[in-house]
């Protein structure tokens, strides 16, 4: 069924909606929960909050992609429950991947002062379209997915400390594209 499709079921109010939505992007959404909580129960409860929050969304919401954004909705979800359960302690995971962004992407503080989010965000897809397809591909799967550095180094047949240093190359390509354009990170 056609993104399409599934987005005027949940204007219609039709519960097919989330078993169509369940069906097409149901490996998609549990993946990305799975990145970040490392439970499967955790993700479970999210990606059955997200289908919920859709439901509850749609109408007014009319997305343009749906993937992706199913996409944007798991991950704050699976964001939200991991900093609550990880409230009082640090481990890897999510704070492994955040961390790693905290040198080129300026806390939010910062960005209310410096720039409104949306002109940040403007700036971050132009840069990511401005890089090659797998640079870009790369980038999206390890910080906006989550992927692990081993997973994707099989996948891309390199060693991980090779994959490492490229993604400190993309890091440090944001951070100087950012501050060019007046983002102090």
Known sequence: MEDAQIIDLY????????????????????RLAMNILHSFQDS???????????WDTMPPQRPNSLRAYLGAIVRNLSISR???????????????LLSELEGC???????QRTV??????????SWLEGLGAEERALFIR?????????????????????????LLRLRESLRLTLEREGISV
């Open 142 to 166: 390890r910080y906006w997915n989550g992927d692990a550095v081993k997973t994707l180094s099989g996948e891309l047949g390199v060693r991980p400390n090779a994959l490492t240093k490229r």
């Open 44 to 54: 479970e409860e999210c990606v059955s909050d997200t289908y919920s929050r859709c």
């Open 82 to 96: 991991y900093r609550s359960a990880h409230a009082q302690k640090r481990s890897g995971g999510m704070e492994v």
């Open 11 to 30: 204007w219609q109010r039709d519960e097919e909606a989330i078993r169509a939505t369940d069906g097409k992007y149901g490996p998609f959404c549990h």
């Open 116 to 125: 409104e989010a949306a002109e940040l965000s403007e700036l971050i897809s």
């Open 105 to 111: 992407v300026p806390a939010p503080e910062s960005v």
